[in-house]
């Protein structure tokens, strides 16, 4: 699974969740995944197995991607931005880490 943990974009990485005390906020399972860059909601820059950070910057462009694709009812993407909401809510932006 890639865990999705907040992150304030001006904080700095650190190499596991738990060093820096960080909220995990959820999931999303290798198919979604695969199904998300197929869409081309997320970019191939980004790796399933591999660590990646998306900010607060990076999120909003997505959003946008997301309803100029009008996606916005794809149960995948819905997945996806349940995320979003959260790190919204928090101020925050999210990090991916593999496991």
Same mark, same amino acid.
């Given at each position: 699974? *890639?865990?999705?943990? $907040?992150?304030? !974009?001006?904080?700095? &990485?650190? #190499?596991?969740?738990?060093? *820096?005390? $960080?909220?995990?906020? =959820?999931?999303?399972?290798?198919? @979604?995944?695969? &199904?998300?860059? #197929?869409? =081309?909601?997320?970019?191939?820059?980004? !790796?399933?197995?591999? !660590?990646?950070? *998306?900010?607060? /910057?990076?999120? &909003?462009? /997505?959003? %946008? #991607?997301?309803?100029?694709?009008? *996606? %916005?009812? %794809?149960?995948?993407?819905?997945?996806? @931005?349940?995320?979003?909401? /959260?790190?919204?809510? %928090? &101020?925050?932006?999210?990090?991916?880490? =593999?496991?």
């Amino acid at each position: 699974m *890639l865990d999705f943990y $907040l992150i304030r !974009d001006d904080q700095v &990485k650190p #190499n596991f969740p738990e060093s *820096l005390g $960080l909220v995990f906020v =959820g999931s999303l399972d290798y198919i @979604t995944f695969e &199904k998300l860059q #197929n869409l =081309g909601i997320i970019s191939s820059q980004f !790796d399933y197995y591999s !660590d990646f950070r *998306l900010d607060s /910057i990076i999120i &909003k462009q /997505i959003r %946008n #991607n997301i309803i100029q694709k009008d *996606l %916005n009812f %794809n149960s995948d993407i819905i997945k996806f @931005t349940h995320l979003f909401d /959260i790190a919204d809510k %928090n &101020k925050s932006g999210l990090i991916a880490f =593999g496991d």
